[in-house]
């Protein structure tokens, strides 16, 4: 399985970006994409996660914010990002597993990450 993350960037508070997640080799039908991030200093956060029967659960500090999304034709996860905040600042990961657990966003249940793409947000 690859997950290859693009899309980061450098924007100012409050614009706006769209990270991309090219998956390859991931068979299983039912699974769960999801997204993550890490600041410098701080534990992986869950942001977003996603099944294969489209069910999708946020983190509370990106709701009505963050919208998690999946093209499964061109088996692509994406994160449209809007009103991006400082606190938004750090390592997004594409990460994927098992569906079970999905919504809880728990890092200890994906077995597949991607290398990560960095966001910075200034004030």
């Known amino acids: 399985v690859q997950l290859v993350e693009s899309g980061g960037g450098s924007v100012q508070s409050g614009g706006s970006l769209r990270l991309s997640c090219a998956a390859s080799?991931?068979?299983?039908?039912?699974?769960?994409m999801a997204w993550f991030r890490q600041a410098p200093g701080k534990e992986r956060e869950g942001v977003a996660s996603?099944?294969?029967?489209?069910?999708?659960s946020y983190a509370d500090s990106v709701k009505g914010r963050f919208t998690i999304s999946q093209d499964r034709v061109k088996n692509t996860l994406y994160l449209q990002m809007n009103n991006l905040k400082p606190e938004d600042k750090g390592m997004y990961y594409c990460a994927a597993g098992g569906w079970l657990h999905c919504l809880d966003r728990n890092a200890a249940d994906f077995g597949y990450w991607g290398q990560g793409t960095q966001v910075t947000v200034s004030s």
């Open positions: 996603i099944d294969s029967n489209g069910r999708i």
């Open positions: 080799g991931y068979t299983s039908s039912d699974y769960c």
